[in-house]
């Protein structure tokens, strides 16, 4: 268990950057003028933007460990799927906030508010198009039985 959550930890970490990485890309637009990937704000606080870029990509590094550790949630078998999920994207989203401020990631609660309903909207559309694959998977399996017990 320890391996693997050691293994999720630096996938995470890895995918975490990249996407941080993807998304500051495409926030620029077709013909940007000049690329910054961090927040104006960011490289004020920071003094740099060196040492900016370097914060936001550790920060979303361990963002994106959190995420993937946080699977973990669903091996409890103790625990029921609605339980699980719940407490996957609340640890998503309760961990989104500290670094979303201190990455300057939105500039006003508005904005900081949407981007938190985004995530919990997205979470549940793809939680819901995993469980339906899954739920097929299983039907068709519990088919093949009773076909094969005749």
């Known amino acids: 268990m320890l391996i693997r959550n050691i293994k999720r930890a630096g996938i995470g970490f ?3 950057m990249v996407m941080c990485s993807a998304i500051s ?3 620029m637009g077709p013909a940007p003028q000049l690329f910054i990937p961090v ?8 003094g740099s933007l060196g040492t900016a870029l370097l914060v936001q990509l550790i920060a979303s590094g361990i963002y994106g460990s959190i995420c993937f550790v946080s699977m973990a949630f669903y091996e409890i ?16 989203v309760l961990c989104y906030i500290p670094i979303g401020l201190m990455l300057d990631w939105a500039s006003k609660p508005v904005e900081f508010l949407i981007i938190v309903g985004i995530q919990i909207i997205s979470y549940f559309i793809v939680w819901l198009i995993i469980y339906l694959i899954y739920n097929k998977q299983v039907n068709d399996l519990n088919e093949m039985i009773k076909k094969s017990q005749k």
Request: a negative charge.
């Open 14 to 16: 890895l995918l975490g």
């Open 25 to 27: 890309l495409m926030m």
């Open 39 to 46: 927040s104006n704000e960011l490289v004020e606080k920071c």
């Open 77 to 92: 078998e103790s625990w029921s799927l609605a339980r699980a999920s719940a407490s996957h994207c609340l640890t998503i």
